[in-house]
C-alpha cells in the first residue's frame, strides 16, 4: 500500500530557531502534498497545499512567511518553521496525494515541542 | 461551500455493543467521503471510503458505513465494538483535492 513517512517524529527545539520536517511518499509519486496541523483533542486544519514545482496555497489565516513549505520533488515536501515560538508547539500532519487519486495517504505525524 | 459535522464529541459504548459515530456532509455535488481512525501521538489511519456505488461501505477492521443521501449522512458503524476500537474518529469530504474533516469524535469502549 501507499507509505508516507515524516521525519523527525519528534523535536524539542528552543525559541527562535527553525525546524524542518520532511515528509516523503515512499512508494508512489504524489503530485500534490497536504500540511495540516493538529491541537490536542482537535481536528485537523489544513495549513497549505503544496504542488511540486510550484509556490504553496496557504490557507486564509497561515503564515507563508513563517510556515515555509517547499515540494522539491515527486516524492518530498518540508515544511519549515521559522522562528519557532511556544505557541508553534502542535502536531503536524503531512499527507500525500497520488496523480488522478481522490483519496489521500497520511504521514505519522511530526511532535513539535517549542521551549 | 463544503462542510462535515460531527454531532457527539465523544461515544462510550461497552464492549460488544454496537457502535455507531454519526457524520453528516454538506457539499454541491457527489460527495467523497472518507473515514479516518487516530490512535495518540500518531497519524491517521483509513477506514474506509465512499465515492460511488453500493451505500453501505465495508472497510478496515469490521467497521462500515452507510451513505444516506437523502438524509446527507455517512455514519460509521461497527456490529461489536472492541476496548481496542477506544480512539479519535474522523469523518472527512474530499472536494476540490482538498479534504475537509470533521471535529471528530472520542470514542470509549469499555470492558
Known amino acids: 500500500g501507499a507509505v508516507v513517512s515524516q521525519h523527525p517524529s519528534w523535536v524539542i527545539c528552543k525559541s527562535g530557531t527553525s525546524v524542518k520536517i520532511e515528509c516523503r511518499s515512499l512508494?508512489?509519486?504524489?503530485?500534490?502534498m497536504f500540511w495540516y496541523r493538529q491541537f490536542p483533542k482537535q481536528s485537523l486544519m489544513l495549513m497549505a497545499t503544496?504542488?511540486?514545482?510550484?509556490?504553496?496555497?496557504?490557507e486564509q489565516g497561515v503564515e507563508k512567511d513563517k510556515f515555509l513549505i517547499n515540494h522539491a520533488s515527486l516524492t518530498l515536501s518540508t515544511l519549515t518553521v521559522t522562528s519557532a515560538h511556544p505557541e508553534d508547539s502542535s502536531f503536524y500532519i503531512c499527507?500525500?496525494?497520488?496523480?488522478?487519486?481522490?483519496?489521500?495517504?497520511f504521514g505519522p505525524g511530526t511532535r513539535l515541542t517549542v521551549l | 461551500a463544503q462542510s462535515v459535522a460531527q454531532p457527539e464529541d465523544q461515544v462510550n459504548v461497552a464492549e460488544g455493543n454496537p457502535l455507531t459515530v454519526k457524520c453528516t456532509y454538506s457539499?454541491?455535488?457527489?460527495?467523497?467521503l472518507f473515514w479516518y481512525v487516530q490512535y495518540p501521538n500518531r497519524g491517521l489511519q483509513f477506514l474506509l471510503k465512499?465515492?460511488?456505488?453500493?451505500?453501505l461501505v465495508k472497510g478496515s477492521y469490521g467497521f462500515e458505513a452507510e451513505f444516506n443521501k437523502s438524509q446527507t449522512s455517512f455514519h460509521l458503524k461497527k456490529p461489536s465494538a472492541l476496548v481496542s476500537d477506544s480512539a479519535l474518529y474522523f469523518c472527512?469530504?474530499?472536494?476540490?483535492?482538498?479534504?475537509?474533516f470533521g471535529a471528530g469524535t472520542t470514542v470509549t469502549v469499555r470492558a
Open positions: 457539499v454541491s455535488g457527489n460527495p467523497y
Open positions: 499527507s500525500a496525494l497520488p496523480y488522478m487519486n481522490n483519496e489521500q495517504f
Open positions: 503544496s504542488n511540486e514545482g510550484s509556490k504553496a496555497t496557504y
Open positions: 465512499y465515492i460511488t456505488g453500493d451505500n
Open positions: 472527512a469530504l474530499f472536494n476540490d483535492y482538498k479534504l475537509s
Open positions: 512508494d508512489f509519486q504524489a503530485t500534490t
